[in-house]
């Protein structure tokens, strides 16, 4: 049973950080792309970051860009997001996911979804 857990959601002040964690029970963690991507109410699932298995290569979402930083331990089956100077445009949850398919930013292509965790940003 493949799970993914996400931690460190929580309410913050404008201009604040969090960081985000996703544990992974992916038995071949390292042959995956990592992603996070987030939902506000009433929109669409959207891209946030991925990183590649070599923990080298990622992808930012230009509206996060210069201020996430998506990063992972591939010896403890854990990414994580680094998110400073948070806006409350950032106000959705967050989903950990996982897929195969190479860098992506497309949510249908990747396999496996943590169940989410709430960031809340108050101006």
């Known amino acids: 049973q493949v799970q993914l857990v996400e931690s460190g959601g929580g309410l913050v002040q404008a201009g604040g950080s969090l960081r985000l964690s996703c544990a992974a029970s992916l038995r071949t963690f390292s042959n995956y792309v990592m992603g996070w991507f987030r939902q506000a109410p009433g929109k669409e699932r959207e891209f946030v970051a991925a990183?590649?298995?070599?923990?080298?290569?990622?992808y930012y979402a230009d509206s996060v860009k210069g201020r996430f930083t998506i990063s992972r331990d591939n010896a403890k089956n854990a990414v994580s997001l680094q998110m400073n100077s948070l806006k409350p445009g950032d106000t959705a949850v967050y989903y950990c996911a996982a897929g195969r398919r190479g860098m992506t930013s497309t949510p249908h292509e990747f396999d496996y979804w943590g169940q989410g965790t709430q960031v809340t940003v108050s101006s």
């Open positions: 990183i590649h298995w070599n923990a080298v290569s990622t």
